[in-house]
């Protein structure tokens, strides 16, 4: 629940035609995990679009940087340019 909040007052400190990109990462020694991330990340997309429904929302998966990267999810935007991580995401 606090992940969504977090996603609506993201969505709703945007101006209306921003492009985001929702970033979510999996261990890929872990069956399935690419699976998992990508249902996240889709959750999280759909969280966005809610919020604010004239958002260009992109979503990707990557291999984890870190064991932290895990549980975070990377909301970054084109113009302003801005880069938010959401940890226990």
Same mark, same amino acid.
Request: proline share 2%.
């Given at each position: 629940? =606090?992940?969504?909040?977090?996603?609506?007052? &993201?969505?709703?400190?945007? +101006?209306?035609? @921003?492009?985001? +990109?929702? +970033?979510?990462?999996?261990?890929?020694?872990? #069956? =399935?995990?690419?699976?998992?991330?990508?249902? /996240? *990340?889709? /959750?999280?997309?759909? @969280?966005? #679009?809610?919020?604010?429904?004239?958002?260009? *929302?992109? +979503?990707?998966? /990557?291999?984890?940087?870190? &064991?932290?990267?895990?549980?975070?999810?990377?909301? @970054?935007?084109?113009?302003?340019?801005? /880069?938010?991580?959401? @940890?226990?995401?």
């Amino acid at each position: 629940a =606090g992940t969504s909040a977090q996603l609506k007052s &993201v969505a709703n400190r945007l +101006t209306a035609q @921003t492009e985001v +990109t929702v +970033t979510s990462y999996y261990d890929p020694k872990i #069956k =399935g995990a690419k699976k998992l991330a990508a249902t /996240r *990340v889709a /959750r999280a997309a759909a @969280t966005l #679009k809610v919020a604010k429904s004239t958002l260009t *929302v992109k +979503t990707q998966v /990557r291999k984890q940087i870190s &064991v932290k990267s895990l549980s975070q999810i990377t909301i @970054t935007t084109k113009a302003p340019a801005r /880069r938010m991580t959401l @940890t226990n995401a």
